[in-house]
């Protein structure tokens, strides 16, 4: 079983993959739904990964927010007290998903310089180590910065 549990709509696959990526470097096992067996129920899979994850990352989208996978997904992890969010997209965030600090991935290209994937990360570190992570080397090579975006609400 993972670490770390994905909770993303399937729209939402190229960027969801790329935070696995981020994850996967960090040493976390991540899982998505990506790989489930031939004959298996992916309902069952689901919800046996969903259970024995240390915490679940949900990507917050205008189709995420209108999936009932995703939200029953983000209640599980939420009771658990368990949810890691994140907003890909300007949106309001879903009632009883508001009480949560939630950093922004808007417009992240996977790269290293975003405060929100730094925020997430650190988060996370926190939660399954108990621990901040170490400040890593910067490139010598300069990289595209990320603006969060500082509407946090639509109105």
Not at 50 to 60: D, K
């Amino acid at each position: 079983m993972s670490d770390i549990f994905i909770c993303y709509s399937h729209s939402d696959k190229t960027i969801a993959t790329r935070l696995r990526d981020r994850l996967q470097r960090e040493g976390w096992s991540v899982w998505m739904d990506l790989h489930i067996d031939a004959g298996h129920r992916w309902a069952d899979e689901i919800q046996a990964q969903l259970a024995a994850a240390r915490a679940v990352v949900t990507l917050w989208s205008v189709r995420s927010v209108t999936s009932r996978f995703v939200m029953n997904e983000a209640h599980e992890a939420a009771d658990r007290e368990i949810i890691f969010p994140v907003r890909l997209e300007n949106l309001r965030i879903p009632y009883g998903f508001r009480q949560f600090q939630t950093p922004d991935l808007i417009g992240w290209d996977g790269g290293e310089d975003c405060d929100g994937a730094r925020q997430l990360v650190s988060s996370l570190h926190k939660h399954l180590t108990g621990a901040t992570p170490r400040r890593r080397r910067q490139s010598s090579l300069p990289s595209p910065r990320h603006t969060p975006a500082r509407e946090h609400r639509l109105r």
